[in-house]
């Protein structure tokens, strides 16, 4: 009845809604502690939380109060949901056609993507068009707290399900680029260790969908890590995304010269090789330099050489990096993909058909 409720709801009936959704916030919170064991009960809650996510046009709310209101309002669902599920995740072999065993989990992606959804637009500076900068923020933190319920209440089998991981990996993608600085000042360190987890697992997925959010998602992140620097956060978050950049940067190098990789993926995966190669320039290049000992010809080395340096000499050369390194901002662009389309084939055509020889 209540999803039914909220999918009526217009421009009409907004304050009504929204009044309604306040009215049952206590309940809700009274059910999740309630019957936090009953697998059935949280899932119902959930699912009425993606609704009000899907359904509500934060836009058409009839101010900023209402709109941070609802914000805060989600955010205590969130929150009781979150004490109540932590610890329980499912820890035995998920089967991903088990639609009920991942109710909660795809509910509470859907819920948070809708949300970010219903702010599309940002500007550069984080700041969303259809509210002022405290509702936007708000937001930001209730968007940020569902990626940490997500990590906190689900396990790795439950969120490596393919439609999971798809919806998962869509939800990341959008947060990277309209809330990475919310990101970075609320998510804890265990949460983002769980997320460099599934992005090294990403990079060269059989899932086509998942491997090419992974490289969007892995661009993005290192555009603004390289642009606005390791310095700027924790001592252990910024160790902790070194860590991350070294472990993505051998993953990726090693699946663009040895996996048979989609063609239509090699832009975006190669794009986020070198963003990462520009944050650690000298891991790139010990990367690389492993591939030498696949051999002890003089030939071999010189031929292997010969192709990191051009790459590299094409680069210094590429005016879309030169657009990227001076860019400025909290979320800044990454490069533009397009441009290092044709040094990026040129490289790996070269030094795939160097190893193939030898």
Known sequence: ?????????????????????????????????????????????????????????????????????????????????????????????????????????????????????????????????????????????????????????????????????????????????????SLIRWLPVQTWRSILDVLVDGVDNDIYDVSRRTYEVIGKLGAFLKINGLDVLSEELGQLFRQGVQRLLGKLLRALLFSTFDAELVESAGAALITLGLIDPDHLRSCFGELFTQSDSAAFADRLSATFTRLNTELEANEAVHVFLNSAGPIPDPIDSASLRQPLFDFLVNTRAVLRVK
């Open 1 to 181: 009845m209540l999803d039914g409720m909220l999918a009526a709801a217009n421009f009409r009936n907004m304050d009504m809604v929204f009044d309604m959704l306040f009215e049952v916030q206590p309940i809700f919170e009274q059910l999740l502690s309630t019957y936090a064991s009953d697998e059935s009960i949280p899932r119902k809650v959930i699912q009425a939380v993606e609704s009000a996510c899907r359904y509500v046009d934060i836009s058409s709310l009839p101010d900023n109060e209402h709109m941070i209101r609802l914000s805060r309002n989600l955010r205590s669902i969130l929150s009781i949901y979150q004490k109540t599920r932590q610890g329980q995740v499912v820890t035995s072999q998920v089967n991903a056609a088990d639609v009920e065993s991942l109710g909660d989990v795809t509910a509470l992606i859907s819920a948070i993507s809708y949300l970010v959804r219903n702010e599309m637009g940002f500007s550069p500076n984080e700041a969303s068009p259809s509210m002022c900068r405290q509702a936007s923020d708000d937001f930001g933190e209730t968007e940020v707290f569902g990626i940490y319920c997500i990590h906190t209440t689900t396990s790795p089998l439950q969120l490596s399900a393919p439609n999971v991981l798809r919806a998962y990996m869509q939800l990341l993608s959008d947060m990277v680029q309209y809330r990475t600085p």
